[in-house]
């Protein structure tokens, strides 16, 4: 039980206007979804990114968003974990999936990298692959069309309605994970 932990939701993606809108930056939208959401202040520059703090159904939150570029995800992960001593198990890491259909979201604690850079950081910085993952999917380019590197880094084709739909069911299945920690016992 981790009655008085802080809980961390990381969204990886990768910094500035260029990369707004790309598939690899939803982690970056769902945090920031989540911030306006529950009226967390405007977050500041912290652990090599920007964090907001404040609380999501009575459990204390910090939404990062590393400023490190995607492949380099964890050092500033590892930063905030190391300053708020963050248990891998009170940790959500929020980032694309091209192995799932666009659209699809699932929560996934542990396992493999999938190839994702971003993960591969995270496990160079924080010694582990013991997080849990909220895996948003955006599907994966035509066979043979472009590299998968190029896809991820391109904006969404899909309508605009359909993303923030996405954006809107992930960050449900974040706060759905929040309250089932410690039984839904966050200290208010």
């Known amino acids: 039980m981790h009655a008085a932990a802080t809980y961390l939701i990381a969204g990886l993606g990768n910094p ?27 977050p500041r ?7 907001a703090e404040g609380s999501i159904g009575g459990c204390r939150a910090v939404i990062l968003l590393p400023m490190t570029f995607m492949n380099l995800s964890g ?19 929020v980032h694309d999936e091209v192995e799932l259909a666009f659209g699809d979201v699932r929560l996934k604690e542990g396992g493999g990298l999938g190839g994702h850079n971003g993960l591969r950081s995270l496990e160079e910085h924080l010694r582990t692959r013991d997080f849990w993952r909220l895996r948003v999917g955006v599907g994966r380019p035509a066979s043979g069309s472009r590299p998968l590197a190029d896809y ?19 960050a449900d299945l974040a706060e759905e994970w929040l309250a089932a920690q410690d039984g839904g016992a966050c200290p208010a």
């Open 16 to 42: 500035g206007p260029r990369y707004q809108f790309d598939r690899h930056n939803v982690g970056f939208m769902v945090g920031e979804e989540l911030c306006r959401r529950h009226g967390f202040p405007k």
């Open 45 to 51: 520059s912290r652990f090599q990114g920007l964090t």
């Open 75 to 93: 050092k500033s992960v590892a930063e905030a974990v190391r300053f708020f001593k963050v248990p891998s198990d009170t940790m959500l890491i």
């Open 152 to 170: 991820v880094l391109e904006p969404f084709i899909e309508p605009r309605e359909e993303v923030l739909s996405l954006v809107e069911r992930a």
